[in-house]
């Protein structure tokens, strides 16, 4: 009741005169026992204190009336057994005294300002005189608390809140201590853990708290005025607080908690130089890295948050430049403060100055500590120094690689190259990595392996494993991210059978040596280059980050890489350290969905270097091991406590957040602890054998085991990761675990969803493939037992096909014989049984993939290519029991099928016995050949059984009819083998001819020409059988034994020809393969020069048709009479040795003139004219059929097919004979075509045939009957094809064909040239008609002439090459057609250019550019300004040629000074291809000039201009026109132009860049020497940023002079850069361009120069702003046929810009570019501020303006998102379209 008065509060009531009274009553009683009755829970006197600190007039009711209720209230802090939450009230109570201010309360409780006051008096009274109470209980409270585990118990809401709590009273009582004390110095080594502690642990502003209690009590304790410790006690304290401050500085980002970090570290600097006795006004080391550290701190003092660049600019500079080299000012201790806050900074991504110039800091303290080592490894100095390296640098180098910031990982990985390269020698942790860190850059790690292409970074990736693992097998058939990409099935649980029997034995003589994958390589005794600390610290963090990178950062190739390197380096791991990542992907499997199917491949890939060798490692027949420990089964089998000290601290890696500023784990450092505890010697292994038995074989097998069957096509590889770990087990406990997971794996095949099946049956053949043949009859039988229902069998046969079509190429002949039996029982279930009804049904519906495809065929053929020769009888039997059966054609043709698939499998056998399989052949052939001549239907027998099988039907009278059922015993079964035997003789002839095609049996083998010999006769009576393909296969087995040299051949030629042409007599078509194979035959026979001389002497026979004979002769007769000649005869010496008649090539020729024009017969009838042209055969109906070769040479739409006309005319030209007249149409019809025919494929091919009739034909029939044809066709195809490919063949053509030209000829070609070239100048002519029609022909007679001039100019540019000396008369006349093409053109646009200007609201140059962008080769513009832009073009490109070819004549004393003033005029053109013409020809002047002749040019001034049109006449040198200040100034303004323009070509890009470089080297040899120096006056510079950014401000901003002329083109192209960053709405090719120059002027200006402002601010102004720009361009952009999308750009010119930055630093150091971009940066915010007040007053001056703008904003953003979402679609759509692409293949 007491307590709810004061709880009330009643106004204007006072309790002060019964406050006596309710002490004697109810409080002095119990106030001894206050504490101990409170530790429970709290008590309602302790309520009532507390409600005495709800208002300041209650405050004087606790110490006015008895002294100890205070003292006591404060012991309940120190109760024994005391409750969190009464802890909690009384430091709320203590709460309350400590936030009272006497100004919130005179507003709050309404007092007067003297009471408020009074009442802080008061307050802090009481906690002044009870302070060291205060401390006392916060020490022992924090020493029963255990302050470490109560922080940690922060993160679950447990008692680490109180602490947190208690921390922050202290911080506040901590201003009330003034004296030494032991409870300060207790309490700062109680609270000096918490700092390490992470973020996530101990909250920042928790930290923040135990900082101002050191600033506090440090002075307490270690001030040698106050405390009265020992002065070495005190020096000691002194260094352990510095460590703790030091360390803080890595890891707090907190403003104020740096800046208390900084006032700490000073005071320790000043009661260091009390402690050391100094005297001097000199600073002490700790001072001087004091004053560093606060300045690198420093924030501005005007703007919030902000840091003051200046101020730390300038720290820094002091340290790299001053501090780094002086012991005195800074010595090794003074080095850690500094070293952790270089480390902090150099982790900073906004901030590139900050980045830059820690890292340089850390890169000058490595150099010291080489220094240091270099003088005496063994001073104080060096130890100091390298023990820094090793507890500091090394271990942040370590995790800020695995840093997620790349800009991060490239500081510290930087910073690595240099401690190895600087400090190897002296740190074993570095000196392993010097292999690493190689001269050569492309070959170097440190360089490559965040190289900004991506190519780079993953060849660093594979020489690194190639040089780690070089000795280790590396497994590269690990599936990628697309072939294990999910498919959206249904999912399903999976029907898994029991794990049943053991895997059969195979015959040991059928055991294969040659595995399918190679074993595990157990590398346990070999020593890696690079140490695996090295390879797990610092190596794997990259590849990690790479391997499970997500959104933006997944890179699909680095991925890749990234998880085949892990595995890889993991094959030269020790156990712990293989055994701690495996169980960390493990753990982080089951947590982490989104990354599970990058986990599963990264464990695949440790898995599958698993080397550790336990194969001796004794065990009993259970795989039970037989020592003492695993004797026990009821034991419980123990994992080795290193080995869960792993795990536990790979879970706690996991699970425990990274420290809030630098990523790291208390986790992360005992685990570097336990790595380098065992680092060489590990486990024993059955130790080993234990873990993998008990925890790492269960685990895999669950994931194989997993229901899901999403999941399942993820985990299913896993079965072959177990299987290769078994293979290193001992054989007894791979014996009793294998059977198990090949059944399991059997048992996944049932899955419903076809990726989990694929994923099943590829991880199925690993397997088989590892495990090699012997394994392969146990995983048949398993199969069929798992799949042998309904679709399963599907599924089954398709498996089957698999498994062999994967182990074909690594396994023996015969090793799978002893599983044949089921196999091909499979097999033929699958071709001929249910399944393959199935197959073929219409009414088959399954969408199965497996049930949709026939590979029972293919696996005959497999069979039948790794099967014993003599057990092929066995695949044959049950074909031949099915011919028995059945002649319907749908069955018969499969077996013909499998039979033809069989004979290949028997050619590709390995042991192929050329004895046995002809002796085979001949038996085959010779048995049922006879047999298949006669018709088995017509046979008696036949008859008789039919009749037999009638009347056992049925027998029928008048009344009723009886019915007999026939018993199956008595029924007669129809044998349809006869029917069917030449089935057999064809598969005897198709093994026959695939043995003779690869050449099996041996030419030069007596013995084996004499077993082929026979076949001979019987190929020649298959020519006689009334089925075609035996006759095709006779065909082909006898164009091929022509060739060899057997006996039976001569006497079987006169009979084969004989045959064939009865054959063609008594077919119609040639539609047929017969007729096919028959022509080739005959082709063989015209070819073979062997056939023929086996056939000298032979007169071949005439086919008897007399009516053909009387026809020719009434037709020849008719001619005589008419007075013409009869057709061409042949002699009887062109007959005489040919192997037919000429009445029969008359037929053949007659029978094959159809199939030239079909496609699919083409090949066989070109390939027999051309055998009749080898062997020169004349008839007139020859020539009439090359003529229509010739005309299919043209017209035939297949490029195949225009080749082998041109073959096979050109063939014909060379060997027969023809007259002038057949010969100049050949010609014509070639030219005319060239030039005339409608489409470019025709016209190709003519000038493929002129261009070897250019090339093969003699100069005395080439030049008579083509030259002038073939050069006017060659010019009309240049001036006037609209084919490019055309023009360009004819260009290649037309200097060859000019080089042939004797003299007489090359007049006459030079009188064209003179006559076509005259018409430029009288084409612009004004036409002065005034008729509208004779005007409109004048019109068109000048583009006629412009037209000729055009063609002139190409000619002219063509043969000056190869002409070589022959044109050194022509070039007077050349150079004077140049000069009036280019005078011509430059009068009719300049005029045009001017007329449009003078046009209100029009812009000449970019309306001309506009439409001169939409024209095209060859066309003649309506506008007047552009009428010559292709005349112009022309003459521009002649001239570079003849400058390159006669660099003296057009650069040297007599060269033309016009032509070049003429270029250079060019470079403004409105049309693009001009102007690269001009800038290809300016670059040709300045590669052959020197920037030293800019001081020799001459000083003469070139006349004054009349008009733009007019170029001034130059008096001086003709090769120093271009080189004096103010022509290169020309040039230079001619190229910004260029590269200002929209329209702005890569090969014009790059040639601009080109040119201003060479110009930059001329500018600066009018450098002054004082300003190279750095003692002249700077040039202005001009870097602003602002909206009015111009052309001509920056060209006014900087006055062009000679001496300043670099400045001025720095200028405009900085200029010219930052336009396009604020007008360029996201475009990137002007900053493209000009930051290449940028590099090039970095390179070659001396950094003196650069320095100067003028020089370098309009470079770093573009780069600075490019970095930070967000702005995306409006479209994607196709670039050399590569697409690149918005994002793509603007992140390669980041990179691009990035690049230049770094280049820049390196020139003129980290400082001075330090300096200049705070400048920069400085400037850019000032602009921004600006902007921002101008866009607020905008909002209100024009609201509607303001509008527009922030919709164009959103646009942006909008069109941003649209593009990110698109990018994401594109890569979502390639890996849809390559994982079909892999369901197709894996169809095949």
């Known amino acids: 009741c007491i307590t709810r008065m004061f709880v009330l509060e009643p106004p204007n009531f006072s309790f002060a005169p019964y406050m006596q009274c309710i002490y004697e009553v109810a409080i002095d009683p119990r106030i001894d026992n206050l504490a101990s009755e409170n530790t429970q829970n709290s008590s309602a006197l302790l309520l009532l204190l507390k409600s005495w600190t709800l208002t300041p007039k209650y405050y004087p009711y606790l110490v006015d009336y008895n002294p100890l209720t205070f003292p006591m209230l404060l012991d309940i802090l120190v109760a024994p057994k005391v409750q969190s939450s009464v802890v909690s009230l009384v430091l709320g109570i203590l709460q309350t005294f400590l936030d009272y201010d006497p100004q919130v309360a005179v507003h709050k409780y309404e007092l007067s300002a003297e009471s408020a006051e009074a009442y802080g008096v008061l307050v802090k009274g009481m906690i002044q005189r009870h302070i060291s109470r205060i401390l006392s209980h916060m020490r022992t409270c924090f020493s029963n608390s255990n302050l470490n585990t109560a922080t940690t118990a922060t993160q679950s809401g447990g008692s680490g809140n109180l602490v947190m709590h208690q921390i922050h009273i202290l911080s506040r009582v901590a201003e009330y201590a003034t004296e030494e004390t032991q409870d300060a110095k207790a309490l700062l080594d109680l609270l000096l853990p918490t700092l390490k502690r992470p973020g996530s642990v101990v909250p920042a502003r928790t930290k923040g708290d135990v900082l101002n209690i050191m600033l506090r009590f440090i002075p307490l304790v270690i001030d040698p005025s106050v405390s009265a410790i020992a002065k070495d006690e005190q020096q000691h304290l002194l260094a352990g607080y510095l460590n703790s401050i030091s360390s803080s500085f890595g890891r707090l980002r907190l403003d104020s908690a740096r800046a208390t970090l900084s006032r700490i570290l000073s005071t320790l600097a000043k009661f260091d130089r009390q402690l050391q006795g100094v005297t001097t006004s000199e600073p002490t080391p700790l001072e001087s890295a004091a004053w560093v550290v606060e300045e690198i701190n420093a924030y501005s003092t005007q703007r ?219 590398n346990s005794e070999q020593a890696s280059p690079i140490s695996p600390a090295n390879i797990r610290a610092l190596i794997f963090p990259l590849l990690e980050n790479w391997a499970l990178a997500e959104g933006d950062q997944l890179n699909h190739d680095l991925s890749n890489e990234a998880i085949q390197t892990i595995g890889a380096l993991s094959a030269v791991l020790p156990w712990s350290q293989y055994n701690a990542m495996l169980r960390k992907y493990l753990g982080m499997a089951k947590k982490t969905p989104s990354l599970e199917k990058r986990l599963m491949r990264l464990i695949m890939s440790l898995l599958d270097n698993f080397h550790f060798d336990l194969r001796h490692v004794k065990v009993d027949k259970l795989g039970r091991l037989l020592s003492d420990e695993s004797a026990s089964s009821d034991k419980e089998q123990e994992v080795p406590a290193v080995v869960v000290a792993e795990t536990e601290l790979a879970e706690v890696a996991e699970t425990e957040p990274a420290d809030e500023d630098t990523g790291l784990t208390e986790a992360d450092d005992e685990s570097n602890m336990v790595t380098d505890s065992v680092p060489q010697k590990d486990l024993p292994e059955e130790r080993i054998h234990k873990v993998v038995v008990s925890f790492l074989l269960p685990e895999l097998k669950k994931m194989i085991t997993e229901t899901n069957e999403e999941k399942l096509m993820l985990r299913a ?54 495990l090699g043949p012997s394994y392969f009859g146990f995983i048949v039988k398993e199969l069929k037992a798992s799949l042998s229902r309904g679709v399963h069998k599907h599924i089954l046969s398709y498996t089957i096909y698999a498994l062999l079509k994967e182990i074909l190429g690594m396994i023996k002949v015969g090793d799978l014989d002893y599983t044949l039996e089921p196999l091909i029982e499979i097999l033929v279930q699958d071709v001929f049984g249910q399944v393959g009804e199935d197959k073929d049904s219409e009414d088959w519906t399954s969408k199965m993939r497996e049930a949709k495809v026939h590979h029972g065929p293919d696996c005959f053929e497999m069979l039948a290519s790794v099967t014993q020769f003599d057990n092929i009888r066995m695949m044959l039997a049950p074909l031949r029991d099915i011919l028995r059966e059945t002649d319907t054609p749908k069955r018969t043709r499969v077996v013909d099928n499998v039979l033809r698939r069989i004979s290949i499998g028997v050619n590709h056998n390995k042991s192929y016995d050329t004895k046995s399989i002809l002796i085979f052949c001949h038996s085959i052939i010779n048995q049922y050949l006879a047999m298949s001549t006669k018709d088995a239907k017509d046979t008696k027998k036949v008859k008789e059984d039919a009749e037999q099988l009638k009347r056992l039907r049925f027998a029928s009278n008048e009344e009723n009819a009886k019915v007999y059922i026939r018993r199956k015993d008595m029924a007669p079964k129809r044998d349809y083998l006869q029917a069917n035997a030449h089935r057999f003789v064809q598969f005897g002839l198709e093994i026959v001819y695939f043995g003779l ?138 007959m005489k040795d040919s192997l037919i008649s000429e009445q029969q090539l008359r037929d053949l020729i007659d029978f094959i003139r159809p199939d030239i024009e079909e496609t699919e017969r083409q090949a066989t009838a070109f390939s027999l004219i051309r055998a009749i042209l080898t062997r020169r055969m004349i008839v007139d109906s020859l020539y009439k059929l090359l003529d229509n070769i010739r005309e299919l040479m043209i017209t035939a ?289 300045v590669a052959m000039g020197d920037p030293s002749w800019m001081l020799e040019a001459e000083s003469e001034s070139p006349v004054e201009e009349t008009a733009e049109w007019e170029v001034p006449v ?67 510079a001009d870097a602003s ?53 940028f590099a090039a002027v970095i390179s070659l200006v001396p950094p003196t120069l650069l320095k100067q402002s003028a020089y370098i601010m309009p470079i770093v102004s573009p780069l600075y702003r490019t970095t930070q720009d967000t702005q995306l361009p409006s479209q994607p952009i196709t670039l050399s046929g590569t697409t690149k999308s918005p994002t793509e750009q603007i992140d390669e010119l980041k990179a691009l810009a990035n690049d230049v930055i770094k280049l820049l630093q390196t020139r003129i150091g980290v400082t001075e570019f330090s300096a200049i971009l705070v400048k920069v940066q400085s400037h850019v915010s000032q602009v921004q501020s600006q902007r921002r007040e101008r866009r607020k007053q905008l909002a209100v001056i024009d609201p509607e303006l303001h509008a527009k703008k922030k919709i164009r904003k959103h646009e942006s953003s909008r069109r941003r998102r649209q593009e990110q979402m698109s990018e994401h679609a594109r890569r979502r759509t390639r890996i849809v379209v390559r994982r079909a692409y892999g369901d197709k293949s894996s169809e095949k």
């Open 1197 to 1485: 739409q297949d490029a195949n097919v225009r080749e082998v006309c041109r073959l096979t005319w050109f063939q014909f030209l060379m060997d027969y004979p023809l007259g002038e007249r057949r010969l100049t149409n050949a010609m014509s019809f070639i030219v005319q075509n060239a030039t005339g025919y409608v489409y470019e494929s025709g016209r190709v091919s003519a000038l493929e045939i002129m261009g070897v009739i250019i090339n093969r034909f003699a100069d005395e029939i080439l030049l008579p009957n083509a030259a002038e044809p073939f050069f006017l066709g060659l010019v009309l195809i240049i001036a006037k094809d609209e084919s490019s490919q055309c023009r360009e063949m004819a260009t290649h053509l037309l200097p060859i064909m000019i080089a042939r030209f004797d003299q007489p000829r090359l007049n006459r070609a030079w009188t064209l040239l003179d006559q076509w070239s005259a018409g430029i100048a009288n084409s612009c002519e004004p036409v002065v008609e005034t008729d509208a029609k004779k005007a409109a022909n004048a019109e068109i007679q000048q583009a006629k002439m412009r037209e000729l001039g055009r063609a002139a100019l190409q000619c002219y540019g063509i043969i000056i090459e190869p002409l070589g000396d022959k044109f050194g008369k022509r070039i007077p006349a050349f150079l004077s057609i140049v000069d009036t093409a280019l005078t011509v053109s430059l009068k009719t646009w300049k005029q045009a250019e001017l007329q449009l200007n003078h046009r209100p609201g029009v812009d000449g140059v970019g309306d001309l550019e506009t439409i001169a962008a939409n024209l095209h080769s060859g066309g003649d513009p309506h506008n007047a300004a552009l009428t010559y832009w292709e005349t112009a073009y022309l003459a521009l490109n002649a001239y570079e040629r003849f400058a390159r070819v006669m660099p003296q004549k057009a650069v040297g004393d007599n060269g033309q000074s016009r032509i070049w003033q003429l270029a250079v005029r060019h470079l403004t053109h409105p049309h693009a291809w001009v102007r690269l013409s001009a800038a290809r020809l300016i670059g040709a002047y």
């Open 1514 to 1580: 130059y008096t001086g040198r003709p090769k120093y026109v271009l080189f004096s200040a103010s022509a290169l100034k020309q040039i230079a303004h001619g190229l910004i132009v260029q590269l200002s323009s929209r329209f702005v070509s890569p090969e014009l890009g790059t040639q601009i860049v080109k040119n201003l470089y060479f110009i930059a080297r001329c500018f600066l040899t009018a450098v002054p020497q004082s300003a190279l120096e750095g003692t002249g006056t700077e040039p202005v």
């Open 1585 to 1637: 940023d602002d909206d009015s950014d111009s052309d001509e401000e920056a060209e006014q901003s900087s006055v062009w002079t000679k001496e300043r002329s670099l400045s001025w083109l720095i200028n405009r192209i900085g200029s010219l850069a930052r336009t396009e960053i604020i007008r360029g709405r996201g475009l990137t090719e002007k900053r493209t361009y000009s930051f290449r120059w």
């Open 304 to 522: 919030l948050n902000e840091p003051d660049h200046e101020r730390r600019l300038v720290a820094f500079g002091r340290l790299n430049d001053e501090l780094w080299n002086q012991p005195a000012l800074l010595d090794a201790h003074a080095w850690i403060p500094v070293l952790h806050n270089l480390v902090y900074f150099a982790q900073d991504q906004e901030e590139l100055a900050t980045r830059s110039n820690a890292s340089f800091g850390l890169a000058r303290f490595i150099t010291r500590t080489a220094q240091a080592f270099n003088a005496d490894p063994q001073s104080a100095e060096a130890q100091v120094m390298g023990r820094s390296m090793q507890s500091i640098l090394l271990p942040s180098i370590k995790h800020m690689l695995a840093s997620k910031h790349e800009v991060v990982q490239m500081e510290f990985l930087g910073a690595l190259r240099r401690a190895v390269h600087e400090c190897g020698d002296f740190f074993d942790q570095l000196r392993d990595l010097k292999a690493l860190d190689t001269p050569d850059e492309e070959a170097n790690f440190f360089y490559n392996i965040l190289h900004i292409q991506t190519h780079r970074r993953t060849r660093a990736m594979r020489r690194f494993r190639d040089l780690v693992a070089k000795n280790v097998y590396i497994q590269s058939q690990m599936p990628t991210d697309d072939a294990m990409d999910v498919d959206e099935d249904s999912a399903s649980d999976s029907d898994d059978d029991e794990s049943k029997g053991v895997a059969e034995k195979k015959p040991s003589t059928s055991r294969s040596k040659t595995p399918a994958i190679q074993p595990l390589v157990f």
């Open 997 to 1134: 095609r690869r050449e099996r049996f041996s030419s030069k083998d007596a013995e084996v020409l004499g077993m082929l010999d026979p076949f001979v006769d019987l190929a020649g009576n298959g020519l006689f059988s009334r089925y075609n393909s035996i006759i095709s296969l006779c065909c082909k087995i006898w164009a091929i034994m022509v060739r060899l040299p057997l006996p039976s051949v001569s006497a079987g030629i006169p009979v084969v020809i004989k045959r064939l042409f009865a054959i063609f007599r008594q077919t119609s078509s040639t539609n047929s393969d017969m007729i096919q194979n028959c022509f080739k035959l005959l082709a063989s026979l015209l070819r073979s020069k062997h056939a023929e001389s086996l056939m000298a002497g032979y007169e071949p026979e005439e086919l008897e048709t007399p009516e053909k004979d009387e026809v020719d002769k009434t037709a020849s007769d008719k001619k005589a009479k008419k007075g013409k000649k009869p057709a061409v005869r042949i002699s009887a010496d062109c």
């Open 717 to 770: 590889p896993v079965a072959m990761a177990i299987v290769r770990i078994l293979t290193a087990l001992p054989e007894n406990t791979m014996t009793a675990q294998l059977p198990g997971v090949l059944t399991t794996i059997s048992n996944m095949l049932r899955a419903k969803a076809q990726s989990a099946r694929n994923a099943t049956r590829e991880t199925l053949v690993r397997i088989v493939k590892f």
